[in-house]
């Protein structure tokens, strides 16, 4: 099945954390200072060439509950013009709606399917079991035109789609700082490994000094996971 190349584009610490804490808006780094913003990812976005990009829903329920506003919107992709979210189970009250693609399960409650039918919001169906598929879904958005999609996290997302195998390239804009935490969410959240086979390895393609001192890194995902999706 064809499928758009996938590159996860990340702001994290330097021990790989994404936010302060379990439940917490990384948006707080930019309001607090911490990193400069998140326009160099949306920067990666359009400089990568991605045409879309890709959330969890973890993500997007955390950026509703807890809003944090900041001085300026900042830069905002110009090429990115879908916003796709996975919401496989069906547990987000959409607001805004615009440039919205929400991907979900065939099997998602009747209520939710009626909410994105009464918001007019394009829906992509994928799969019958405990969560999206995500291999159909990328299929469906290739057949839509999606070429290269940004996959913006957060680390749970982003782990079902490596040990898929769906991921091309990694872009992780580093940031000095050092969070700690036992359940913080990292780039890759997955339980724990047991064989060393399980590490997926990178290639370094290009890295670079960015204004301030965050560091960017973009890799080449070069070995798959030989264990099973999780
Ligand atoms: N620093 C950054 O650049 C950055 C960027 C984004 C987010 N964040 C932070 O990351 C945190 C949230 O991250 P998170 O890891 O808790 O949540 P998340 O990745 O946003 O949400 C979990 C997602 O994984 C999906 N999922 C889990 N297992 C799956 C599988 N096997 N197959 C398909 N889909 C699967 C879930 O689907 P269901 O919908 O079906 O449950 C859900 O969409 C927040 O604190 C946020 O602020 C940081």
């Known amino acids: 099945m064809p499928r758009p190349e996938v590159i996860i584009i990340m702001g994290a610490s330097v021990d790989g954390r994404i936010t302060t804490a379990p439940g917490r808006n990384v948006t707080e780094w930019i309001a607090e200072g911490l990193m400069e913003s998140h326009d160099h990812i949306h920067h990666l976005a ?26 300026s919107p900042g830069y905002w992709p110009k090429k990115s013009k879908a916003y796709i979210v996975v919401d496989g189970r069906g547990r987000i009250q959409w607001a805004h709606t615009e440039g919205l693609i929400v991907v979900t399960r065939e099997t998602v409650a009747p209520e939710y399917r009626a909410q994105l039918a009464e918001k007019h919001i394009d829906a992509i169906f994928a799969g019958h079991g405990r969560h999206v598929d995500l291999r159909l879904a990328l299929a469906q958005l290739y057949r839509r035109g999606f070429r290269r999609l940004a996959l913006t ?20 804009v580093w940031n000095p700082l050092l969070v700690g935490g036992h359940n913080t969410p990292t780039i890759y959240d997955r339980p724990n490994i047991t064989d060393i086979h399980d590490i997926i390895r990178l290639q370094l393609i290009r890295s670079e000094r960015l204004d301030g001192q965050s560091v960017w890194a973009h890799y080449r995902v070069t070995t798959a996971p030989a264990a099973a999706p999780l």
């Open 153 to 172: 996290g957060g680390g749970r997302i982003n782990a079902a789609f490596l040990q898929e195998g769906l991921v091309d390239q990694v872009s992780v």
């Open 46 to 71: 359009d400089n990568l060439d991605c045409d879309g990009l890709m959330s969890g829903s973890e993500s997007v329920l955390i950026w509703g509950s807890h809003p944090i506003r900041l001085p």
